[in-house]
């Protein structure tokens, strides 16, 4: 069968099996080695003499040298990256903000909910099409995060991207997008995500659009899968079911050009020809990316509501233990089966700033108004919950087991507070009477003895 959306004119891929998951090699963290020529891979150590193919060796890390588990990849290119920048000139992308951005005039103290963003007039790209919706902590001292909402309909033509400031973790809401980056080359729908790490140099395609979904830019530590503690060995996301691209390269002398984020600015610098131009690579600093609908969600099995942190995906661990720099949240079709209890989430207000989406279908704490594409912010200890209509079905509807369908909603919660941008607080459509969602909430006390 020919692949609808071939790889591009030039772009040469390593072989690998057929099947559902061909072009990608499965597992987290693992130390992955792929080579896209035969012999193009040294065997036995890391910079020989001489590399095959007159291929150069390089090393590209993502975190200290000296850490006790290192996240490193060697990389086997036609030209070492420092031939893939020449002098660097600012570029201004007004709506792409990192923190610090607290503006005097924006109120970020709040519940908010935004509907779905329409797509612009004019084409955008991923870079052009990005848009900052909050930000958190500060990218200088790499702590905290931004989360992005993208609008892309014009693939990338001869230009490149890469941030020095963090990994981007990519949720897809609707349309089809092909990231082919140094390492291999990642296709990607919604019910998936994928990780673009830190450094990682890639361009953008559109196989179907319009394309819109969210981002979150963590600016601290790697994501990583959460301590399952008591759950034990299995369930939730299961390292097998992440998938890491074969190499891919390309060899292409074409007028061309690569966008630097550093420090929240962004510059531009001209180059001759494709940087995509890894021919083998080893290591366990890679893109990835990671199907949602295989996520095996646990729950209570008699009594009571589990903590929301029991449907974590990943996790970016912060300084503080028992608070995450980020945790990436997941809530998907699920059995809701708990006797005798209130079962959506409970009100509450804590330490985490939660910024939630919705891919599809309907949230069961808030059936109205939540729509697919749509997005709220709870920031920390601020008070939210079920609004009045999910309440009262909840806390008098018959307790038989009952399978929620068609849903999937996620978090970007944060220790850090969340401060708007003015774009989210002036120029996306904000629903302004979304705390009214609480106002019907009814006084029910009655302190006579025995009543309940």
Known sequence: MSDPHPLPAGLTRAACLPGPHAGYMPGFGNDFETEALPGALPQGQNSPQKCAYGLYAEQLSGSAFTKPQPERTWCYRIRPSVKHCTRFEKI?????KSAPHILPEVISLGQYRWDPIPHAAEDQTWITGMRTVTTAGDVNTQTGMAAHIYLVTQSMQDEYFYSADGELLVVPQEGRLRFCTELGVIDL???????????????????????????????????TLPHRGPIGANCMA?????????????????????????CGQFHRTPIGHSPLDVVAWHGNYPPWKYDLRTYSPVGAILFDHPDPSIFTVLTAPSGLEGTANIDFVLFRERWLVAENSFRP???????????????????????????????SLHNCMLPHGPDRNAFEGASNSALKPEKLEETMSFMFETRFPQHLTEWAAKAAPLQEDYIACWDSLEKKFDGTPGVK
């Open 92 to 96: 201004d992308l007004p709506l792409w």
């Open 238 to 262: 299961n390292p097998r079911d992440f998938k890491t691209p074969v190499a891919a390269f390309e060899d292409r002398e074409v007028p061309s050009s690569v966008v630097l984020k550093w």
């Open 345 to 375: 989430p409970w009100y509450h207000k804590n330490v985490m700033s939660e910024l939630m989406g919705n891919i599809y279908g309907i949230y069961d704490a808030k059936p109205k108004g939540f729509v697919p594409g749509g997005m």
């Open 189 to 223: 729908e919604p019910k998936e995500i994928a990780l673009l790490p830190r450094g990682l140099v890639y361009r953008v395609e559109v196989l179907e659009g319009p394309a819109r979904g969210f981002v979150c830019e963590n600016y601290g530590v790697p994501f």
